[in-house]
């Protein structure tokens, strides 16, 4: 048979055949035009007459070989929760040069491999012990991902079957879309190809996710005990896997050489990358470093940081946040960084603004950290660079010795320079009314009001808000009478919350929704709480030292305040509330139009078995469900959807994003329970 492209005037000709082909001549067909688009990369037919082609032989002989090797019942349902046979980890992050040499120290080897960091999706892929396409899932919570398999078969790179195998192997790498494929087709209606590689990965109908045309890097290799990193990249290579740029290093030095000369290259790159990945090259030293529950400790991502430019400092302001720490922010002379004009950035902390002694005038680098936050990263010395040196002319700045907010004595504690009066600081007061009013999805009072209110001692603390009458509210700016009256009657509505949520709004540092849950399930309640040892709270498993400390001293100064609170709420009994039910600790927020059930039904279905729905995503969120009654595309777009998937890209958030089926085949099997 030819290995021609067909022409049209030949396909046409099949076509009109096709209801009088044997079987037989079907099934060679499809082989041959399966073979040569897979194993040699080959576009001998157009897509929909072998569609065609291969309908008809799924009519006439569903058992023919052929589909068995595409089929869903050989690949397992699109969707399908698959357990990982060893965690999909993270990696450790570290920015900029010194901290790189720093953290390779800490490590200790003697060889070291560096190799790009894909901002793509993380894929595992598993083969049986004769080499067969088992089953490939998403890195989904780490534990357990989605199967992805129908799809991945339609990633060209991804062999079917790997050659001279004798036992299980399990390949991971990273799904992506290439930049000019991104650039050709799709640039203009989508944000970044790694969302659009994201939806296309999970979209349900392979034959559309095929024509995105992902690609797919290896970069992992496990199940054969190998000696080297090197060894499992010829391993890779060999079963005709593609692979990253990949480089050798002997130390943490020419470690960082190497990163910063991939740095340069990384614009000639036809994907897109957020870090370097710099791994212990020596398998046997790999293991006995081991692993936390969140990285190996045998490799560390180097991750860029945006673009840099140089601007001059004009000072440095100090503003108290709601847990009484006094923060320094740099404010320099405008400039432009990543795209947007930036006048003010961030100093970290107490500890980095002396590090960093500044003096007005300083010629200093701003860097847009993820392309986002800007960051103060350092002061230009003369060593650094004669022609953009800092004129060593002014005194160096100091930090306050006072609350900038309320005048009392401040103190350092580690890097953080806080105020001693937190109790009685306006700043630190308004700080914490509005992260209680957000937490407890009370809306309507904003910072405006807030700081008015507390400037003509209407309120003085959280509590204080349920007293307030609407006339006293109805004298600042920006507010009505009926809007006084509704805000008003919204909070002293007595409505109902679970105790976790109440604990969590009263901010305690490391207290989230997660952490209150975990300690009203151990303890019960607030007594209980209250009463509770700093070895008793550390017995709880995701709860450490820190947190554990800040929960004694926080209960300690906040307990009068939270009594007074939970006077004037309803506090959900644990059989009514979360605590209880199939997803009890659970929380749901939905995106996009349902189809299979409206949305009201669906919060009300998921809060029935003990589930919460939130309004917004956020990393606490366990899980946001998209509605299959518009596009994908559409969803795409969707600012939650689009949160969900940064989200899911950081460490502490075990976020799934689930389409409405998935959500429906969760719920039943939950009903059957
Ligand atoms: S090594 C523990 N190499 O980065 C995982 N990961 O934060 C060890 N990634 O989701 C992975 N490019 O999918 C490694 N060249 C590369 C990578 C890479 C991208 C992703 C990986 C994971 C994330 C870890």
């Not at 040569?36 to 001998?44: D, G, M, Q, R």
């Not at 640039?187 to 392979?206: I, M, T, V």
């Not at 800092?390 to 504690?413: I, Y």
């Not at 795409?636 to 950081?650: D, F, G, H």
Request: proline letters at 4%; glycine letters at 6%; a negative charge.
């Amino acid at each position: 048979m030819s290995d021609d492209v067909l022409t049209m005037a030949q396909e046409a000709e099949l076509l009109s055949r096709l209801p009088n082909i044997t079987v037989v001549e079907l099934e060679k067909l499809v082989e041959r035009f399966h073979n040569a688009y897979w194993n040699e990369s080959k576009t001998l037919i157009s897509d929909i007459t072998y569609d065609q082609l291969f309908e008809r032989l799924q009519a006439l002989n569903p058992q023919a070989a052929i589909l068995g090797v595409l089929g869903e019942a050989y690949v397992g349902q699109a969707g399908d929760r698959v357990d990982h046979a060893y965690p999909m980890l993270s990696l450790d992050k570290v920015y900029g040069a010194s901290a790189l040499e720093e953290g390779l120290i800490k490590i200790g080897a003697k060889d070291w491999t560096i190799t790009p960091k894909i901002d793509g999706l993380a894929l595992s892929i598993r083969y049986d012990a004769q080499g067969k396409f088992k089953v490939a899932a998403t890195r989904g919570r780490g534990t357990h991902g989605e199967n992805v398999s129908a799809n991945v078969l339609n990633i060209r790179t991804i062999p079917k079957s790997l050659e001279n195998v004798v036992e299980p192997i399990e390949v991971r790498g990273e799904v992506f879309m290439t930049l000019s494929r991104f650039e050709e087709g799709y640039s203009k209606e989508f944000q970044n190809p790694r969302n659009l590689a994201s939806g296309a990965l999970k979209q349900k109908d392979p034959k559309r996710s095929r024509k995105y045309e992902l690609s797919f890097f290896a970069y992992d290799l496990l199940g054969p005990m190998l000696k080297s990193e090197a060894e499992k990249q010829d391993l890779l290579q060999s079963f005709g896997f593609q692979l990253p740029p990949f480089h050798e290093a002997k130390t943490p030095k020419e470690v960082v050489n190497a990163v910063l000369a991939m740095e340069r290259e990384r614009a000639s790159w036809d994907y897109e990358t957020d870090g370097i990945v710099v791994k212990v090259a020596d398998c046997e030293r790999q293991r006995s470093l081991g692993e936390t529950a969140h990285h190996p400790r045998y490799a560390l991502a180097y991750k860029f940081q945006g673009e840099a430019a140089i601007t001059s400092l004009k000072s440095v302001s100090w503003s108290v946040g709601r847990t009484g720490v006094i923060t320094p922010v740099a404010e320099v002379e405008p400039v432009f960084v990543s795209g947007a004009s930036v006048s003010r950035a961030s100093l970290h902390h107490w500890g980095m603004f002396q590090a960093l002694q500044l003096s007005e005038g300083a010629r200093v680098e701003i860097v847009r950290r993820g392309g986002v936050i800007p960051h103060l990263e350092r002061v230009l010395n003369e060593a650094s660079n004669k022609a953009e040196a800092t004129p060593q002319t002014k005194p160096l700045l100091q930090s306050p010795e006072r609350c900038p907010c309320c005048g009392s004595s401040t103190r350092v504690v580690n890097d953080f320079l806080y105020c001693v009066a937190p109790n009685q600081c306006p700043d630190v007061i308004a700080g914490q009314i509005q992260y209680f009013l957000k937490v407890m999805e009370l809306q309507g009072l904003g910072e405006v009001h807030i700081r008015t209110l507390l400037k003509h001692n209407l309120i003085t603390n959280r509590s204080s808000l349920f007293h307030l009458d609407p006339s006293e509210l109805c004298d600042g700016p920006r507010m009505g009478e009926k809007l006084a009256a509704k805000i008003v009657s919204e909070l002293q509505s007595r409505r109902a919350y679970p105790l976790a949520q109440v604990i969590a709004a009263m901010g305690l540092e490391g207290v989230g929704l997660q952490t209150a849950r975990l300690l009203v399930q151990r303890f019960a309640d607030v007594e209980g709480i209250y009463q509770a040892n700093r070895e008793q709270i550390l017995e709880i498993h995701g709860i450490g030292d820190i947190v554990a400390d800040s929960i004694i001293q926080g209960f300690e100064m906040i307990s009068d305040e939270l009594s007074e609170i939970l006077k004037y709420i309803i506090v959900t009994s644990p059989s009514m509330s979360s605590n209880d039910g199939p997803l009890a600790n659970k929380s749901f927020v939905f995106t996009g139009k349902m189809s299979l059930m409206d949305r009201k039904h669906a919060q009300k279905r998921v809060r029935e078995q003990g589930a919460q729905t939130p309004s917004s995503v956020t990393k606490d969120l366990d899980y946001l469900i998209y509605g299959e009654a518009d596009t994908f595309e559409k969803i795409s777009k969707s600012t939650k959807y689009r949160k969900a998937l940064k989200l899911q890209e950081s460490d502490d958030c075990a976020l799934a994003i689930l389409s409405e089926s998935e959500f429906k085949s969760l719920l039943d099997s939950f009903s059957e329970r």
